[in-house]
C-alpha cells in the first residue's frame, strides 16, 4: 500500500551512543527491504539492506535486524556522530515496486 | 559513474503552466521510478516506467500528470494545468532490471507554484 503522510517521529541521541530506529511495514509479501537516509535538500541515501531470507545483516557502524513474525524492521547505528543527523526511511519491496515508511528523523547531539 | 541527474533542482510556475522534470537514470539503469515529497513526510510513490512501457501508474493522478521513459533521452514527469497543490519536491530514481536491488536516487526538482 501507499505510504501515508505523517508529522515526522523524533529521536535524538547523544553523540556516541548508540541509535535504534524502529519500522513497521505494511505486506507480509515484501521480499526486500531497504534503509535510507535522508539530509536536508537531499534525495534519499541507500544505507543498507536485507532480503526475507535473513533476520540480520550487518554493515559499517549499521545493523539491520528483521522480524517478519511482527513486520518489524529495525535499523541500529553504533558510535552515533553528528553526521548521522538526518531522516530515515525503510521501505519494502515486491517485484520491483518499493514503498516508502514515514520516516523518522535523527537528531544527534554533540 | 554518474548517479541519477535530475533538472532542474528548482523550477517556479505560475498556476495553469506546465511543469516539466527530467530525471536520466544512473549508466546500466533501465527502470525509473518517480515519488513525490512534502516537507516532514515521506516519499509517496507516482509512477515505475521501464524504457518505452509505463508499468505502474496507480500513484499517480490520472489527470493533468504524465510520465514518459522513451528508447532515447531522460525521463520525463509532465505536469500540465498546474495548481498550488502541486508544489513539491519530485524525486526520481533508477534501479537494474534484476529484482531485489535497491533504487539510487537523484537529489530532486523542487516544484513551487506561485
Known amino acids: 500500500g501507499e505510504s501515508v503522510g505523517l508529522h515526522l517521529p523524533t529521536l535524538s541521541v547523544q553523540e556516541g551512543d548508540n541509535s535504534i530506529i524502529n519500522c513497521a511495514y505494511s505486506?507480509?509479501?515484501?521480499?526486500?527491504f531497504i534503509w535510507y537516509k535522508q539530509e536536508s535538500g537531499k534525495g534519499p541515501q541507500f544505507i543498507i539492506d536485507?532480503?526475507?531470507?535473513?533476520d540480520k545483516r550487518q554493515g559499517q557502524r549499521v545493523t539491520v535486524l528483521l522480524n517478519k513474525t511482527v513486520k518489524h524492521l529495525s535499523l541500529q547505528i553504533a558510535a552515533t556522530q553528528p553526521g548521522d543527523s538526518a531522516v530515515y526511511f525503510c521501505?519494502?519491496?515486491?517485484?520491483?515496486?518499493?514503498?516508502f515508511g514515514a520516516g523518522t528523523r535523527l537528531t544527534v547531539k554533540p | 559513474n554518474a548517479g541519477v541527474m535530475q533538472n532542474p533542482r528548482h523550477l517556479v510556475r505560475r498556476r495553469g503552466q506546465e511543469a516539466r522534470l527530467r530525471c536520466s537514470p544512473m549508466?546500466?539503469?533501465?527502470?525509473v521510478y518517480w515519488y513525490r515529497q512534502l516537507p516532514e513526510e515521506g516519499l509517496k510513490f507516482m509512477v515505475y516506467?521501464?524504457?518505452?512501457?509505463?508499468?505502474?501508474e496507480s500513484g499517480m493522478p490520472k489527470e493533468r500528470f504524465s510520465a514518459e521513459f522513451p528508447k532515447e533521452g531522460p525521463s520525463i514527469l509532465r505536469i500540465q494545468q498546474v495548481v498550488r497543490g502541486d508544489s513539491a519536491a519530485y524525486f526520481c530514481?533508477?534501479?537494474?532490471?534484476?529484482?531485489?536491488?535497491?533504487?539510487?536516487f537523484g537529489d530532486g526538482t523542487r516544484l513551487s507554484i506561485l
Open positions: 530514481a533508477s534501479s537494474r532490471q534484476v529484482s531485489n536491488q535497491p533504487q539510487h
Open positions: 516506467l521501464q524504457k518505452e512501457n509505463i508499468i505502474d
Open positions: 521501505a519494502e519491496t515486491l517485484n520491483n515496486d518499493m514503498r
Open positions: 505486506n507480509s509479501a515484501s521480499d526486500y
Open positions: 536485507i532480503r526475507s531470507n535473513m
Open positions: 549508466k546500466g539503469h533501465s527502470h
